[in-house]
């Protein structure tokens, strides 16, 4: 008999094409009269289109959104919160515009919506990322979770391609590490599952038809499948390895996920044979790994940590970290191990299994703690 623990959402769903148009209805329902569109500073001209929609609801729109939440434009959005007198927060846009969605609501305790217009997933989880004197802290807070996030298929058929597979397989990696997650449960293990299934079927058929709606569609679902398993569960080495990339380097997010994903996927292979059988459903394989490293390679992504910028001098010191802070991962992690996962990836070279890392599932934890983001 399997025991476990399943965390449900509170937050509200619509998905569809068009369904920009319930905003409104959906803001009003929350008994939002004077909501705050957020954006980054490219994307006002949506941000706009967006304020139309609300009509008289809307009292401005604060476009500073960036990368990693940084809590300098976290204290200028709340002052602006403040001087607007609003009620509500709209994040239209990305991971990065959420992310100042979910900081204001922190420290206002302000209701929040969003329009999603990546695969990053991060409208569906309680976690917040945020940067001060460039040092990135990721926390889990339930207080931070969206009231309601409205899937606008059509919001998304501008999303450049390079920058739809990459966001993708940022969405894949949630769901691939939900599958052998110490705390996953048959529900988040369905929607991984399901999630890889859709991700897989649509980035290929977005490559070749960027307007293509219902790939966009399958993509967009698949991301917040991705994204509710990443709100549930929590994540491992992959995502362990990414934060400190990202946090150190300052390496952009979703082009680092996709270069780390198939690494992370060959050395934790031989503990986690329950999620290689089914990730192969949608890629097969004998290497999973080496499928996953094929796959963004055929759709153009990079491969290499090298050509996103990180020094070759970095890993070392990367490895040290990743080691150095607990979290739980399948196969014990060392320094050496991690050195070696980075060295492949920085040179953009195929995953490779180390040997050993037998079946194991009660998994390894560096010392305390599961890594969130
Ligand atoms: P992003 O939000 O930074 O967006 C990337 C760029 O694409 C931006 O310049 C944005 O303006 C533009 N863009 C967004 N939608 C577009 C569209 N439809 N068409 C054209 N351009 C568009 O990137 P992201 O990958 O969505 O998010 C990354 C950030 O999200 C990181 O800071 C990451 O840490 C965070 N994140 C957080 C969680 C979480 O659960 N807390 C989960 C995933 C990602």
Redesign the pocket.
């Known amino acids: 008999m399997t025991s476990f623990v399943h965390r449900g959402q509170i937050t509200k769903v619509v998905f569809g094409s068009g369904t920009r148009n319930l905003v409104a209805a959906e803001a009003d329902a929350l008994g939002c009269r004077r909501v705050l569109v957020l954006c ?1 500073p ?2 006002t001209d949506q941000a706009e289109e967006i304020s139309d929609l609300l009509g008289p609801a809307v009292v401005g729109t604060f476009a500073e959104a960036a ?3 940084p809590v300098d434009v976290t204290a200028r959005a709340v002052d602006h919160v403040r001087a607007v007198r609003a009620d509500s927060v709209l994040a239209v ?5 959420i ?1 100042l969605g979910k900081a204001i609501a922190l420290r206002t305790g302000l209701p929040q919506l969003a329009l999603p ?2 695969y ?3 409208e569906m ?1 309680p ?3 945020e940067t001060e004197d460039g040092r990135k802290t990721t926390r889990r807070l339930p207080e931070v979770l969206l009231r309601t996030v409205v899937y606008d298929v059509d ?2 058929l ?3 391609t390079a ?1 739809s597979v990459v ?1 993708g397989v ?1 969405a894949m990696a949630h769901a691939v590490e939900s599958l052998y997650a110490q705390d996953r449960d048959p529900v988040a293990l369905l929607m991984a599952g399901e999630a890889i299934d859709a991700l897989t079927r649509a980035l290929p058929a977005i490559v070749r038809s960027p307007d293509d709606a219902e790939a966009r569609a399958d993509a967009l679902y698949g991301a917040w499948l991705a994204g509710t398993c ?1 709100g549930t569960v929590g994540m491992a080495l992959h995502h362990k390895v990414c934060h400190v990339l990202g946090g150190t380097f300052g390496l952009p ?2 082009e680092t996920h996709t270069v780390v994903l198939p690494h992370v996927v060959a050395y934790n292979a031989p503990a986690a044979p329950e999620a290689v059988a089914r990730i192969r459903r949608a890629l097969p394989g004998e290497d999973t790994g080496a499928a996953l490293f094929g796959f963004a390679e055929r759709l153009g992504a990079p491969t290499g940590l090298r050509d996103l910028g990180m020094p070759e001098s970095g890993i070392e010191r990367a490895a040290e970290l990743i080691v150095r802070d607990g979290y739980w991962n399948p196969r014990p992690v060392d320094r050496d191990a991690a050195r070696d996962l980075l060295a492949r990836a920085w040179a953009g070279e195929p995953p490779h299994t180390p040997p050993g890392g037998g079946t194991t599932h009660t998994g390894h934890r560096t010392s305390t703690g599961a890594h969130h ?1």
């Open positions: 980054t490219g994307r990368p990693h939440t846009g990305g991971g990065s515009t992310g217009t990546t990053a997933g991060s989880t976690i917040l990322g919001l998304t501008a999303l450049p920058v966001s940022n990443l997010h979703a983001a």
